[in-house]
């Protein structure tokens, strides 16, 4: 099972404070014990919403909205991609994980829809046929 890990956004994290070289070390260390265990998948960390855009759709209408967003802790300031056997190994993780950012702060965690998930949706060649390259690694879609 594939899990999406949602570091969410903090003030500090919108107004592109960095993190201490002491918390700096320990994410490090923790995703190299991700690594180690064959978990880890991606990660990045995303800039502060000021420079992020938002598309709205509304039929064939889009409208484009300029960052920053309101309520940081709302949004997403990075991300992980691990590959658990379930959610209780994520959420094992996930509570050894270091605190991502100073004081109070939040992790999401999400599963990826699986092609035996979107059966009803894809044939059987559908889904039997591998993605090639990155897109076959990464998701169904």
């Not at 598309?55 to 940081?72: L, N």
């Not at 605190?99 to 949706?121: C, H, K, Q, Y």
Request: charged fraction near 30%; proline fraction near 6%.
């Amino acid at each position: 099972m594939r899990v999406l890990v949602f570091v969410k956004a903090s003030e500090d994290s919108e107004n592109s404070v960095p993190p201490t070289p002491e918390a700096w070390a320990a994410m490090d260390a923790f995703t190299e014990e991700l690594v180690q265990a064959g978990v880890f998948v991606a990660a990045a960390g995303l800039k502060p919403s000021a420079e992020g855009k938002r598309i709205v759709y509304h039929g064939a209408e889009r409208r484009v909205i300029d960052g920053p967003f309101a309520e940081a802790r709302e949004l997403v300031a990075g991300f992980s991609i691990w590959e658990v056997k379930d959610m209780d190994e994520a959420v094992a993780w996930a509570k050894r994980c270091p605190n991502p950012m100073s004081g109070t702060s939040e992790v999401e965690i999400r599963p990826f829809f699986e092609a035996a998930d979107l059966a009803e949706f894809l044939t059987e060649e559908e889904l039997s046929t591998p993605r090639e390259g990155t897109r076959g690694k990464l998701g169904v879609a």
